[in-house]
């Protein structure tokens, strides 16, 4: 049982830093928002030179569009994986943790690893047992 409470403890500390650096990752497709704006701007206010034509403004949308929407889904998979972690440290939402589990083994390497370990924790009915009486309410 005490085993049981330490890999749930270092699972929980190990997704506090993935959702870390999944927090950190997400800012890249900001980039692709940046280049938008630029090509949103060149078109309106750029003058092109003789023979070269400005890129059309529909193009800096999609970059725009397509980095913010990026950015919303990575910073959302980083609280995910956030409330992961805290959810293994209380032992709470059974359920939850283990479907983000296996949505984390879709980001190779650090989820793969981390969502395989986590589920083979989870599988086991000693584990199962923790979560079931952490739901319980304390009476009084």
Not at 28 to 47: D, K
Not at 109 to 135: H, K, Q
Request: glycine content about 10%; proline content about 5%; aromatic content about 12%.
């Amino acid at each position: 049982m005490n085993q049981d409470r330490e890999h749930l403890r270092l699972l929980a500390i190990f997704h506090y830093v993935v959702a870390g650096l999944a927090g950190l990752f997400s800012f890249f497709p900001l980039l692709y928002t940046t280049i938008g704006a630029i090509f949103i701007f060149a078109a309106r206010h750029g003058t092109a030179k003789p023979g070269e034509d400005l890129p059309p403004e529909f193009l800096g949308w999609i970059f725009a569009v397509l980095g913010s929407v990026l950015f919303l889904i990575g910073i959302a998979m980083a609280i995910c994986i956030l409330m992961t972690g805290r959810s293994l440290a209380l032992c709470k939402r059974y359920s939850f943790v283990l479907v983000m589990a296996c949505i984390e083994c879709l980001f190779i390497p650090f989820g793969t690893i981390l969502g395989v370990f986590t589920i083979v924790v989870l599988s086991r009915e000693s584990v199962r047992g923790l979560f079931s009486t952490a739901a319980e309410p304390v009476p009084g």
